[in-house]
Each structure stands twice: as C-alpha cells, then as structure tokens.
C-alpha cells in the first residue's frame, strides 16, 4: 500500500486540510506531499505557523533525481517532520513549489518520485498527496497510475456540486487512467445534499464524511491552539473515521491489484 491521492473540483472547501488532517490521523506513518500546482505552502504557514526552516521540496527533490541521486534518500532528506500527538508513528511533509510554473519544470522525475513512494509503501510509509485543483492541466501520468486511491474533496452545496459536475470529463479520465478506485469525500454533507445523494448523482463511492467546523478547522488551516477536547469533537473524529476507512480501502485495493504478484511469490516460496 503506498499513494493516496487528494484533488478538488475547486470552489470545494478544504482539499489541504483534509489531507493534513488525514495525514495527521493516519495509521501508519505517512509522508504527506503537496503537489498543487498552484502554491502557496499552506501547510507552513497555517499548521506549522512558519516555524519551520523551508526545504527545497518536491523542486530540491527534481534537481537530486537529475543529479543521479536516490529518490527515496532525497525524499527522506527534503521532508519536514510534523508535530502530531501518536509518538509511534511518523508523519512527514514534503514541501510544494515555490511560485506558479514550477509544476512544469517536474516533467520525467515524477515518474522516479512515485517510483519512490512505492518502495516507501513497500517499507511501512504511505504517501498522501495533495495534488491541488482538477482542471485543464493534468496530473501526472505516471502518479494517478499507481495511485491505490483518488479522492475528490467536495462540499454538498449545489455551488459546489456545479463545479463537480463540470469536471465530469477530468474525473472520467481519472478513472480510466488508474488502476486504483476513485471516489468522494464529503466536506459538510446535508448542506443540503447527503452523501448518498451526491455519490449516487455522481456514480462514485463515499470515501467518507468530514464535518464542517471552520472553527476545529483552524487547528490544521491556522495553527489555531487546539482545545482541550479538541481531538474528541465532531470534526477531528471524523477526519479520524475517513483516515480509518479510507487506510483499509487502500489495503483492500492493494491486493486486489498485487494480489497475482502475491501469490506467484507465495507459491513460489513453497515451492522453494
């Protein structure tokens, strides 16, 4: 198990701080990525409040590759660990581009970048990626390929609902460009439209649910001090709930797609 992916039909809440907030509750330890190619280093500046030296990021990370260096060490050495309440577990970001354009100059080391995070998923680390707006300029071939799961952060507003739909060609090309599932996540559902609405008016799966609190929000978005039951309230279980269910979903993709490769080892091994 290996790369979760987080894209926005746009005009949708909270495509970044979910995926921090999925990162921060995830199970295992994670490298979150921040690929939207339209910068602006939210994570530093609202969660982390600029408290952290800058690193080079995924633009460090494409000149090492260039260079002949080993994508997962330079990855290792371009993350910035976050500061999370699980002492077992390791949660790690890699810092995005720093100024519109940037995304172009990626271009062939996207492809030793996911080749990276496979072998990170191999060794016990999951990637989240959020990979900003869908729009006209697509995601990188090879990451939406081996993506294990495609998640599409919308609110349940028909404003925000409009702007889904009209991303309806993007979506369908997600889907026939991966071999891992594509579906929804719900920021604020009843709002007026549940999820089961909104997943059957789409055809998509329900990843899950988060609920809308722009004040337990500002936890992740501001780096507003959390209170004391902060991590027991409605929005921080429910961003806890979807990284429960979503993890599981990944793993079960895993091996429906790994499953052959699995078990031609298995056998192989007994054979042996």
Same mark, same amino acid.
């Given at each position: 198990m290996s790369i979760i992916m987080l894209t926005s039909p746009g005009g949708s809440p909270g495509v970044t701080t979910t995926a921090l907030g999925l990162a921060l509750? *995830?199970? @295992?330890?994670?490298i979150l990525v921040d690929a939207d190619p339209c910068p602006g280093h939210v994570v530093e500046s609202g969660y982390l409040m600029g408290r952290v030296p800058p690193r080079s990021g995924l633009i460090g990370l494409a000149a090492a590759c260039r260079d002949g260096a080993d994508p997962v060490q330079a990855m290792w050495e371009e993350t910035i660990e976050l500061p999370h309440d699980c002492e077992d577990r390791m949660v790690g970001l890699l810092s995005g581009y720093g100024h519109l354009g940037q995304a172009s100059l990626m271009g062939p080391a996207w492809s030793s970048l996911v080749s990276a995070m496979i072998e990170l998923g191999q060794a016990g680390v999951d990637v989240i990626v959020d990979a900003g707006r869908l729009g006209p300029e697509a995601l990188p071939e090879s990451l939406v390929a081996r993506a294990c799961l495609i998640a599409i952060v919308t609110g349940s507003r028909l404003r925000q609902?409009? /702007?889904?739909?009209?991303?309806?060609?993007?979506?369908?090309?997600?889907s026939s460009a991966t071999t891992g599932a594509v579906g929804l996540v719900i920021v604020g559902p009843g709002r007026p439209y549940s999820s089961r609405e909104i997943g059957r008016q789409f055809g998509l799966p329900v990843f899950g649910d988060v609920v809308f609190d722009a004040h337990a929000a500002a936890v992740l978005t501001d /780096?507003?001090?959390?209170?004391? @039951? *902060?991590? @027991?309230? @409605?929005?921080?279980?429910?961003?806890? /709930?979807?990284?429960?269910?979503m993890h599981e979903m990944a793993r079960r993709t895993h091996q429906a797609i790994a499953g052959p490769e699995l078990l031609s080892a298995s056998t192989m091994d007994v054979a042996s």
């Open positions: 509750s *995830w199970p @295992r330890d994670v609902l409009a /702007g889904l739909s009209m991303r309806s060609e993007e979506v369908e090309a997600l /780096g507003e001090p959390a209170k004391k @039951r *902060w991590a @027991r309230g @409605r929005y921080a279980t429910s961003v806890q /709930g979807v990284a429960q269910s």
